[in-house]
């Protein structure tokens, strides 16, 4: 296991300290039980947003914290969601007197902690409402699955949410406005190599050197299917099929596109995915008004991507654009 | 045949130790239909049960699930930290000023944890979790105690369906938590929290067998 | 090879095909000579920057063309420093009548294209200033060399260079700033496992599971030495120690660090990296007023890091602070 | 001996080919003391010279070789690509209007092209750089051409310098150029340019061979 880290069990306060070191303008970090905030929390008057799951995922949640997006972020072991402790501690935190939303990634950890937590939080007297995330594609929404997993779309949502909440909304809107951006948004990974669980000390799943996998997660749980390695085009022109069919998107429509890094896929392929895409949307009447090309939602130093596609609207559009100022995305301020 | 107090916090110390030794099997079998942290999760979760233990003793029986069913709870996280929390609690909320237990006890106990393990996560048996190992364990247990067998005998039965329950798992194709998301694929492995659970019986059983054995 | 490509032939293009889709609001590409140039280009009267290199350091330099950074970036192969006609074109498109300076990082093969390239640009009477990056701090400049590589410090020096001619500086004022920052700043790498160049299709270098490669360079070249993976204490002990002493960085100094990933190596990992070396500049009395935490000039899908430190002052935090909007970096705007 | 305008194109046409055959040894060559592009750089330089090649027939042999020189610097990049560039430049401006070339305008040519490397790069014999390998080359031509060689037999003296040197350059540590960064490790390898300076001087010698075949 090649990492940068001192060991398995201090990584996740390690890296905390220093997001805390290196952004003591934007946040605030606690410990025990660990959860980041905003600076300035709790935003009297402002609906807060609460967001959490397992480390390994970064920027996500803690790099979203600030201005205009995450009120608090709970980070959980690697990959494991966080207890409700966190949860509760960072909701009474940040809460600015009119309601704390969660946001929840659809896996049965994720939701019953959170669930937990929230039972806690109103028995305190706070006004709790959750969106679940499960924009997921790779996963059938059936009786015969825990429904789909959250990926892409949890930037999306706490972003578009954040924005909302900082206009003022109630926390009613807000609610709408990050399912809203949910029901509209699908996603879906591959992965070129698998990642190591430090304190499981090697790969999840092997991969031979000519292989690939669809439909991964990003807790480096194996996809739906093995394929050889492809070009960009086919990969792209895989995951963009499923992606687009399923919502579905339209001719005509107007779209965000977020092409996600997995953590250990340098930007310039990430950009090659990108144009890949470009193509063939242009040739399906698609238009892809805004974009977020990067790695926001990784996997550890998985090797891979994914595609996220958000249909927009004039209010989704307006409130993706309102300023924001976290660790990992700034605009307009 | 006397379970005090003394003895659930011997049995909890003992199920501590062979979460430790068992983690990397557990985060092993966590690897091809999961997130490979289930061993590392609980091992961390009955760690910090272990810590709690010495301000446990002299308590009662109920503190002392309830105390060991919130510090998992508080610990583990994931999935299973809430399931074995919320059973814990619930096998606690049964015995509150209770320094000893009965024979008959233990299988109320373990019914109450299975229903809390059910509340939370809304599984059924057959679905590949932790349930399809404790659920027919828990059914062996009550039968042969209605055939009038003693609680030892009861619970060495309640192994061995536990062992087959977990073994079934095998073929069955996940409908619930992180296995269901990679469907067919399910099928051929066994379930991690299955293969908890069936370590928990196995502990309490050498337990009892431990206290019967110093009472003859 | 596990690259998100679709061959080693068509990767750059493609690549600048994507950022082009993803940032038109920011810049426009140009193709047969390949160049990035901001939107806006020519700004007239204002100095204009331009620099560039081998492709495979992204977004290194193209992701910091903008307003408040780079006019232009001319992106050679991979790892092979951009020719002539695309340094002499991409001058003439951002020339803003006050002259253009050329940031170029000290490889034999970047400066000689990069004096080429000027050397024609005058003949046409442009005024062209060169400012040659050099901090890398695991090169002895010395006969022996062709001197110190130049790898962090290049992205502070396009930041606060590029902030020194949005605020109206002569060619002469802007140079001196940059060769301020070059001098000003040291840094030294480590690779955790070596890169492949999509065109050669096998590793650069081969490292075992328990090795890591100290002093490496930015093009997957081997480097001075050869260790026994260590931990993120140890590693940063390592290359923060070489690096505070050649300046030599004093008690008392503020500085600025920039904790830079290789390409394969994710964002948690990197702020374990800046957290360990808070610790060492606490105990050195060395204040981090600024810092700058992520992959910015990187090695392909090499994973590894580099720090890279720079000695502030007034001038040089006020330029640093300065609105800069481009690809991947962008505050104030 | 006649060298005629025609014999230069196919010179290019045999050199190029020569480097797309020797590509991936080159860059072989440039991974342990260098950046692993050497033979993908020469490559690609000379096989845009190629499809220049149609257009310069007819042409003198100043305009071929400067032409070729151009299209070294603006399709190479990297060092090689100045530096083979500026040597073409420098040969070519001696044959303006020149269909035709005496024995003794090669050992000129040659010169001008070192005199053009070492310019342009700044570097000295015994740097273990492409130099090593060209001017022993061009000593060897020019002694035994004193010495009354014909051309064929002089160029066949300069191959076998020109070999000795890139070997030479195995034991040398590298004080110029990217295999300079590596210190004390650039000892042992041979330097990528200094063989591909070599394959220019092989198939020099293999098109003169030609030549003097085909008169006699
Ligand atoms: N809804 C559920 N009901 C009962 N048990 C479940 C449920 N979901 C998951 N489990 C059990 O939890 C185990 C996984 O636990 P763990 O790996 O610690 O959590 P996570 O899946 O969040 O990583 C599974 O093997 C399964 O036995
Ligand atoms: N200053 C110099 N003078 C002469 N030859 C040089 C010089 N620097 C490098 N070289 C030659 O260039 C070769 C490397 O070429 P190439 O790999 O194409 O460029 P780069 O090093 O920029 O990747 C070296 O093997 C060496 O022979
Ligand atoms: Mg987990
Ligand atoms: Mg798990
Ligand atoms: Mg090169
Ligand atoms: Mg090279």
Redesign the interface.
């Known amino acids: 296991m090649k990492k940068l880290i001192n060991s398995p069990e201090t990584l996740v306060r390690d890296a905390l300290a220093g997001m805390a070191a290196a952004h003591s303008d934007l946040i605030n970090v606690y410990f025990d039980p660990d959860f980041v905030v905003r600076a300035d929390a709790p935003v009297k008057g402002k609906v807060s947003l609460v967001s959490g799951g397992g480390s390994g995922h970064e920027p996500l949640h803690s790099g979203f914290v600030g201005r205009g997006m995450l009120d608090a972020a709970c980070p959980g072991a690697v990959f494991t969601s966080p207890v409700p402790d966190q949860i509760l501690a960072a909701t009474k935190a940040v809460n600015g007197g009119v309601g704390v939303l969660h946001i929840v990634k659809n896996y049965t950890g994720d939701i019953m902690n959170f669930e937990m937590a929230a039972e806690l939080a109103q028995a305190e007297g706070i006004k709790i409402a959750s969106v679940i995330i499960n924009d997921d594609v790779a996963v059938q929404d059936s009786l015969y699955t825990a429904g789909r997993r959250g990926v892409g779309a949890t930037v999306l949502v706490e972003k578009i949410g954040g924005a909302a909440a900082e206009a003022g909304m109630p926390l009613a809107e807000v609610k709408r406005i990050c399912e809203k951006v949910n029901a509209a948004t699908r996603s879906m990974g591959m992965a070129l190599t698998s990642c190591t669980v430090p304190a499981a000390g090697k790969p999840t799943f092997e991969l031979g050197p000519d292989e690939m996998e669809i439909g991964i997660g990003i807790h480096g749980e194996p996809g739906r299917k093995r394929l050889p390695l492809a070009s960009a085009a086919d990969i792209v022109g895989m995951l963009a099929g499923a992606v687009l069919d399923d919502l579905p998107f339209k001719r005509g429509d107007e779209v965000l596109a977020f092409v996600n890094g997995m953590g250990g896929t340098p930007l310039i392929e990430l950009y090659i995915v990108y144009n890949e895409l470009v193509k063939i949307c242009k040739t399906k009447g698609i238009m892809l008004s805004r974009n977020l090309v990067g790695s926001y939602i990784t996997a550890l130093e998985m090797a891979g991507t994914s595609l996220t596609l958000l249909k927009l609207d004039d209010e989704l559009r307006q409130l993706w654009d309102a300023p924001v100022h976290t660790a990992a995305l700034t605009w307009g301020v | 045949m006397r379970i005090t107090a003394e003895h659930v916090i011997h049995f909890l110390d003992t199920l501590a130790a062979r979460m430790k030794e068992q983690r990397a099997y557990l985060?092993?079998l966590d690897?091809?239909?999961?997130?490979?942290?289930h061993g590392?999760?609980l091992d961390?979760g009955f760690s910090a049960v272990v810590v709690k233990l010495p301000e446990l003793a002299g308590k009662d029986i109920g503190t002392i699930l309830k105390m060991t069913g919130m510090t998992l709870?508080?610990?583990?996280?994931?999935?299973?930290?809430?399931?074995y929390g919320t059973a814990f609690l619930r096998a606690g909320m049964l015995f509150s000023d209770r320094y000893e237990l009965a024979d008959d006890d233990l299988q109320t106990a373990l019914e109450a944890a299975l229903a809390g393990i059910m509340m939370?996560?809304k599984a059924q048996r057959g679905e590949k979790t932790m349930i399809d190992t404790l659920a027919p364990a828990i059914d062996a247990l009550k039968s042969a105690r209605a055939a009038g067998a003693d609680l030892v005998t009861a619970v060495r039965e309640a192994t061995i369906a536990a062992e087959q329950g977990m073994q079934a798992t095998i073929p069955m194709?996940a409908?619930?938590?992180?296995a269901?998301?990679?469907?067919e694929?399910s099928i051929g492995h066994q379930d991690p929290g299955a293969t908890s659970a069936y370590l928990i019986i196995v502990v309490l059983r050498e337990g009892l067998e431990q206290i019967a054995s110093k009472a003859s």
């Open positions: 985060t092993e690897s091809p239909i999961g997130d490979a942290d590392t999760n961390r709870v508080s610990n583990v996280g994931g999935s299973s930290g809430p399931l939370r996560g194709l409908t619930k938590g992180r269901s998301y990679v469907g694929r």
